[in-house]
């Protein structure tokens, strides 16, 4: 290897490091963002926070984030990939069309249930999150949600499913199940045995009056 190789390769491997690094650090900004978040709601949140978390400045943080909404966006952006990946798994999770949508009103209350901080951030107080834009995605966050119109347009379909506007069923659907989501998390009387029954028996109405 001659000396204009060896010096090409130390340049590449540098900068390698500093990328990941880079990446390391903004990482490291997320998951203390995440945890801060979920310790002191989103009123409480500030950037100061984080980077006394991580030990940086606030300003290192600015090199990464514009400001507190793209940092917690990004926070809430990884979180709602999981809850789209969630409603993914319960429709091909299941055949039949009734159970279809069922399994996916169960898995929209137990990512609710599971992640009340950041399911009152998406669905409560920064809605405008749903109406924007991954990088690289045509469509904005919300049409994740589509996957329960197709479910009852899928049903109707076969005839399991009463006739009726699709978009006007799948809204009191979501309705029906963002309510007791919102309220399991509201309610401190709502422990997780409370918020189960409930939501099983909401689920139980929610499939008989659907019912062809």
């Known amino acids: 290897m001659n000396k204009e190789t060896r010096t090409q390769c130390t340049r590449n491997a540098s900068r390698q490091r500093r990328e990941q690094q880079?990446?390391?650090?903004?990482?490291?900004?997320?998951?203390?963002?995440?945890?801060?978040?979920?310790?002191?709601?989103?009123?409480?949140f500030s950037l100061r926070q984080v980077a006394e978390q991580i030990g940086y400045t606030p300003t290192t943080i600015y090199l990464y984030f514009e400001d507190k909404a793209d940092l917690?966006?990004?926070?809430?952006?990884?979180?709602?990939?999981?809850?789209?990946?969630?409603?993914?798994?319960?429709?091909?999770?299941?055949?039949?069309p009734l159970q279809r949508i069922r399994v996916l009103g169960r898995a929209y209350i137990d990512f609710g249930l599971a992640n009340p901080v950041v399911y009152q951030l998406i669905f409560v107080q920064r809605t405008d999150f749903l109406l924007t834009w991954r990088q690289g995605e045509q469509q904005p966050r919300a049409s994740a949600l589509l996957i329960l119109?197709?479910?009852?347009?899928?049903?109707?379909?076969?005839?399991?499913?009463?006739?009726?506007?699709?978009?006007?069923?799948?809204?009191?659907?979501?309705?029906?199940?963002?309510?007791?989501?919102?309220?399991a998390i509201g309610m401190p009387m709502f422990d997780a045995a409370r918020s189960r029954a409930a939501s099983e028996t909401a689920l139980d109405l929610m499939i008989d009056a659907l019912r062809a």
């Open 72 to 96: 917690l966006f990004a926070v809430v952006d990884s979180a709602y990939a999981d809850f789209s990946r969630r409603l993914q798994a319960a429709y091909d999770s299941a055949d039949d």
């Open 149 to 183: 119109l197709r479910a009852v347009e899928e049903a109707q379909q076969t005839g399991v499913v009463r006739p009726g506007d699709v978009q006007s069923l799948g809204d009191a659907l979501w309705a029906m199940v963002h309510g007791l989501v919102s309220l």
């Open 22 to 44: 880079k990446e390391e650090l903004r990482q490291a900004i997320l998951d203390a963002a995440a945890e801060l978040l979920l310790a002191h709601g989103y009123e409480g």
